[in-house]
């Protein structure tokens, strides 16, 4: 795809709502996606002071992180992140966008996943608490929204842990819209359960990320634009 800013997207896709199964009216339609910079801006005089890691904007709802952003936020096991490399299928995928693909599992790890899934949960559930005293216990479709968001990051967390792989679209949605209308306390009880699975769970990952081979892949892209770029000219 053509370069936007100086990075060129490499990989593309919906995430969000859509992505999970979770769609419904007024939903926005997210999408991310990975630049590669170019070797001039990365290793120009000014170096990275031209390249913004990461573009954001609206209607439609759209990020685009550069490709070193993008692993290091991957390492630490981002949800979000990590979600755009398990999709069925990409708006746009290059060969340097499938690198990234083949390299998902790398990313992962034990501690990543219990720190950024089990810790965003938690921080999240903190937050709808907030929302909810509030309002005086009376939910809203945001916090409806909000609590389908925790259950499920808790949910796919624990199978990241035990099978090493990611199902970005949920099994059964209607047990995620089932929490619409539900008071706090109802809510409290059903993300301490999945917590508790979350806690119990065997994990088949290793206890760091494959850092070398990420770091391999990395260079590996940064060379592979440069000799593109070359060619180009």
Known sequence: MAASGGVRTILLGIVGS????????????????????????????????????????????????????????????????????????WLFCDPLGSRLVELRRAFLSERGVRNAYGGYARQQLNRLETRYAARHDHPTDRADKHARHILRLMDQGTELLETGSLRVRVLDPER??????????????????????FQRARSVLPDEPNLARVESTLLGIRRYEYARECGDR
């Open 18 to 89: 859509t992505a999970y199964g979770l769609r419904h009216e007024g939903s926005d339609v997210d999408t991310l996606g990975v630049g590669v910079a170019s070797s001039t801006a990365v290793w120009g005089l000014n170096g990275q002071e031209l390249v913004k890691e990461s573009r954001v904007t609206t209607a439609p709802d759209s990020t685009l992180h550069e490709v070193g952003k993008f692993c290091r936020l991957a390492l630490k096991s981002n949800p979000s992140v990590l979600e755009l490399l398990w999709l069925e299928d």
């Open 176 to 197: 995620y819209f089932a929490l619409d209308g539900a008071s706090l306390r109802e809510l409290q009880g059903i993300f301490h359960e999945a917590d508790e699975r």
